[in-house]
């Protein structure tokens, strides 16, 4: 699996550091210090991230806060033709608020770009253990080399317990732009719009044979009277972050694809992710973990909902996440891979099942 995505950097990270000091003194009303600030290891494809730790006096104390920063990115090929911070930060918020998704404590959300050179937004730290992406928690990481069968096996039920918890929310009280439709469009027909647009953006130009194949079927077999609530968009467990127990979500990361739509497509695409990892790559999934049709019946079980057009979203799935990986591909120098990466070749053999 190629190593090469188009992740921002951030150069100036002492002058970053400098000028996250004095915002936090602006917006606290006393001297905060940051005496370092750092980029950790597998920063993500669509931001940059920030570790520091903000101190201040309390009388004879000193108090300390660990802190997670994120920034919009600027990058020649991004992955994502827009990238707003502010709609996460209100999804995240939202969530908070309603108290039943545990999320990260907001510290602040900057949209004048004039202190950093881009919007950013501070959440306060949690700690915990994310199953790693890079490289794919089935093939090295904590969760393929410390932890026993049935230890996956409560991570991976805790992951859908706490999917489902987010799919039993009332969307409406949570009272969010992501879910107005453009007038006339339900939220598959926007959303399969989006993906159209992304198609035609991210390819630059090429046609995507697979990708667009598949953006054919799913418009030839939308599903009729379909549910509509707010996705996570990005479900999986590597967006999670689990107690030591590994029985417990402690936070529920990453909500930049957050979408209207039928939620069955949240658990399509976790379970989607996890096969790439598997059969995608050509490794096997990790011993304990549960099959997909538990999955989706643990999911069931605790929602109420159904997931009759589960196979729909399967390929929804692969769609997505094969046109988002053929753009890294372009975007990273691999053009001989735009249609034959790993994510495609997934797809195409699903999309062959079908005729």
Known sequence: MEESRPTP??????????????????????????????????????NVTLLFDIQWQQGEETRTQSCVGRLQPEIDRPVFPSYALEPQYR??????????????????????????????????????????????????????????????????RSAVDMLARFHQLDSDALDLPELQLPPGKTALQAQLDYWQQYHDWGLEGRTHEIGQRALDWLRANQPQDEPTALCWGDSRVG?????????????????????????????????YIDATFAEGLGFPRLPGLPSYEDTVAQWEAATGRSAEHYDYYWIFAGMRYGLIMSRIMLATGQEHEIQGNFVCKMLEKYLDELT
């Open 91 to 156: 999804v995240m918020e939202a969530l908070g608020h309603q108290g039943q998704i545990p999320v990260p404590e907001l510290l602040g959300l900057e949209t004048d770009t004039r202190l950093l050179g881009v919007e950013f937004y501070i959440m306060g730290r949690i700690d915990g253990q994310v199953p790693s992406d890079m490289p794919p928690y089935n093939m090295d990481g904590w969760l393929l080399n410390d932890t026993s069968e049935e230890q996956r096996a409560t991570l991976w």
């Open 9 to 46: 950097v951030l150069e100036d990270i002492d002058g970053t550091r400098r000028k996250l000091a004095q915002w936090f003194s602006a917006q606290r009303g006393y001297p905060i210090e940051i005496p370092e600030l750092t980029i950790p290891d597998g920063n993500g494809m669509s």
């Open 239 to 271: 967006n999670m972050m689990f107690a030591p127990s590994l029985d417990e979500v402690v936070a529920v990361l990453d909500w930049e694809m957050a979408v209207a739509g039928n939620p069955v497509q949240d658990l399509a695409w976790f379970n």
